[in-house]
């Protein structure tokens, strides 16, 4: 079995990605570097990792689990990162529309 078929998440890639250190992101979830180093190594991550990892690194806990940010378009991440938390549903909503009719309209 290969490494990616092994990979159960993306949390290295992640903080690598937001140009954070170990130390950095333990200070953004209230941890100690060494525990990111373990949790960057665990097959798994728990749902209270996630819950506290995801917002501290501007991604949603699917992400963290499934995209490696390097393989996404970094236009559709950076304009997500800019949109207030409060409009987030409304520019979900809006690109869902989009996807059902395949057009702007």
Known sequence: ??????????LREW????RLTQE?????VGT????????????ELSG???????PALDTSAGYLLDH?????????LDIW???PEEN????????ESLRRTGTGG
């Open 48 to 54: 209270k990792w996630l819950r506290r990892l995801a």
């Open 1 to 10: 079995m290969s490494d990616a078929a092994d990979k159960r998440h993306y």
């Open 15 to 18: 903080r690598e990605y937001r």
């Open 81 to 83: 990162a800019d949109i």
């Open 32 to 43: 100690s570097k060494s525990v990111i180093s373990e949790l960057e190594t665990k097959r």
């Open 88 to 95: 987030r549903g409304a520019a979900v909503r809006m690109l």
């Open 24 to 28: 950095q992101l333990a200070d953004k």
């Open 68 to 76: 490696d940010p390097e393989r996404l378009p970094t236009s559709i």
